[in-house]
């Protein structure tokens, strides 16, 4: 098993690194309690999802620059300073100590850092807080809220009445486009497929319910049995590569495939579309905690817990984005089109 | 005023599909048509002044528009063959590519065209013969269909009249009559639904290129003009 994985982490690690993670240490000492509250729910599991991640971290962002206070040594030029004494060390500190970081929060702290470049050399202390927290509050309402906004109304020219939507896991985008469905009255039921050990469609399956849209709970390996029944498969998104593949929460990949002569449409903002492109599934993936595949130890067993998998382009019919849905093949152009100045 | 010019630019991109794409018909070709399209008829006459090309017509059943295409290839000195539509199977063997214009180029790279297209394409696809569709950009549209019935509805075409060759048993009735009726009409009961859509939608996966105004363009590159185009 240990030879044939190209995972970067060796799989002997995750004995190690689920152990649990306490606050601070030698590496959290000069952070900010913010940082490392952050950093433990990160660590928990307490808070999923790339959008909700990506807030969070924006959010504590904010809180920081507001706080942000350099020493009298400090003169001219800010934002040397800005970025290695406040942006860096807490990106990093979540990275290398708490968990992996996710392709949308990687995109969204690129974006801070030229945020940072972008701003006047003299600027004063004052104006630099106001224009990055403007700045950062206005990419998580144009980014994210509006984007999920636009998103729902793409995707709802496609759904018709009648309709039976399978959705997988949890994905708030998603979410927000079966609510606002339903707001519309619309007559749909929705089929939603969950899997261990995260059971994250639990959290799906309550918000719909609360809204009273008929549901179905099944877990992945009753996937073929309901397929038949399905009209068109709703999928979340953690990140886009460039060649048009989903990059999702493990069990993504098996729903594409079972639907294959089904429509399948990726709903994903776009600032979770990374320039990188990835081949298989194994490469870069993250590890989760072991001891939920399996308690218990075996000498020569090891649990593999994995977190994300690849779903090639063909297996999806559309990516609904806020500028519309695209083939898969388009995903490069979006990525050229919303990033202008960026260099890829 | 407008009208005018943009009949004029119509003109001016029919020349350029039919210069880009005359190139893709080699000497000795059999080339399967479907519908009555312009593009492809000046594309396939501008080819046929410098190669030998054989042209096959499906009927293009209930207008019959494959014989009017029939009949102007003819004219214009085109070998001419025409089959019916369910002889797209049987006759797919013997040809080396199909060309095809459309009413409509949609974000997913597919076309939506005379009805029948998309049972050519599928046919095409599974004997390894080259789909091309021939169309000016002006056709490409912010549609983003994922399945037949996904269409925008397209107004109601008339219960189809089975005309001359229907067989008696489908007329009921045997030899010439002088009942007044038209030799050859079918009477049906209303309760018998007919259902005769103008247009199906064709997805990308089975058309091989482009023909355009803009050049030679793959299904994906389509995307890539409309997003530029409604930026």
């Known amino acids: 098993l240990h030879s044939i994985y190209l995972c970067p982490i060796d799989p002997l690690q995750h004995a190690d690194e689920f152990s649990g993670v306490t606050l601070g240490g030698a590496a959290g000492s000069s952070l900010d309690s913010a940082v490392l509250k952050l950093g433990l729910l990160y660590a928990q599991g307490v808070i999923r999802g790339g959008n909700a991640r990506c807030r969070a971290m924006l959010l504590v962002y904010c809180q920081l620059i507001e706080e942000y206070d350099p020493p009298a040594s400090v003169i001219g030029d800010l934002r040397p300073h800005l970025d290695s004494n406040l942006l860096k060390p807490a990106f990093q500190y979540w990275t290398e100590h708490c968990r992996p970081h996710s392709v949308s929060m990687g995109n969204a702290f690129t974006f801070l850092k030229s945020a940072v470049a972008s701003l006047e050399r003299n600027i004063s202390l004052g104006e630099l807080k106001e224009v990055l927290q403007e700045t950062i509050e206005a990419y998580i309402r144009e980014r994210m809220e509006f984007a999920d906004k636009a998103i729902a109304g793409h995707v709802s020219c496609k759904i018709v009445n009648g309709d039976v939507l399978l959705v997988y896991g949890h994905s708030e985008v998603i979410l927000k486009v079966l609510l606002q469905q339903k707001e519309l009255n619309k007559q749909f039921r929705v089929i939603c497929v969950d899997s261990r050990p995260l059971l994250e469609g639990r959290k799906t399956l309550l918000a719909l319910r609360e809204a009273c849209i008929p549901c179905t709970y099944i877990l992945l390996n009753c996937i073929s049995y309901v397929m038949k029944d399905v009209t068109k498969v709703l999928l979340g998104a953690s990140a886009l590569m460039t060649d048009g593949s989903l990059l999702g929460r493990v069990g993504t990949a098996c729903v594409a495939l079972t639907a294959q002569r089904k429509s399948v449409l990726v709903c994903c903002e776009t600032y979770k579309i990374s320039n990188r492109v990835q081949l298989e599934s194994i490469t870069g993936n993250e590890l989760g905690d072991p001891n939920l595949v399996y308690e218990g130890k075996q000498e020569s067993l090891r649990m593999l817990n994995l977190l994300y998998d690849l779903t090639p382009s063909n297996y999806i019919s559309g990516i609904v984005t806020e500028m519309g849905i695209v083939p898969p093949t388009s995903v490069a152009v979006l990525l050229r089109e919303m990033n202008p100045n960026e260099i890829i | ?231």
């Open chain 2, 1 to 231: 005023q407008r009208g005018e010019r943009f009949a004029d630019i119509s003109l001016a991109a029919r020349d350029r599909i039919a210069r880009v794409g005359a190139d893709f018909v080699q000497d000795g070709h059999v080339i399967l048509v479907h519908g009555w399209s312009r593009v492809v008829a000046s594309l396939l006459t501008l080819a046929s002044q410098t190669k030998h090309i054989s042209v096959i017509c499906l009927e293009g059943r209930p207008d019959a528009a494959g014989i009017k295409a029939a009949k102007f290839y003819d004219n214009n000195g085109i070998p001419t063959k025409v089959v019916l539509d369910s002889a797209m199977g049987f006759i797919m063997e013997s040809v080396d590519m199909v060309l095809v214009g459309a009413e409509g180029v949609v974000e997913n790279g597919g076309i939506v065209n005379k009805l029948g297209t998309y049972g050519l394409a599928i046919c095409a696809k599974e004997h390894g013969v080259p789909f091309y569709v021939a169309a000016e950009s002006y056709k490409f549209a912010r549609l983003y269909p994922l399945h037949q019935q996904d269409l925008p509805p397209m107004g109601g075409l008339p219960r189809i009249d089975f005309v001359d060759t229907a067989c008696w048993q489908a007329t009921g009735r045997k030899g010439n009559d002088t009942d007044g009726g038209i030799p050859g009409r079918v009477e049906l009961s209303t309760r018998v639904e007919i259902n005769n859509p103008a247009c199906d939608f064709t997805p990308a996966k089975f058309i091989t290129l482009l023909f355009t105004d803009l050049g030679v363009l793959t299904t994906s590159a389509v995307s890539d003009e409309l997003i530029r185009l409604y930026q």
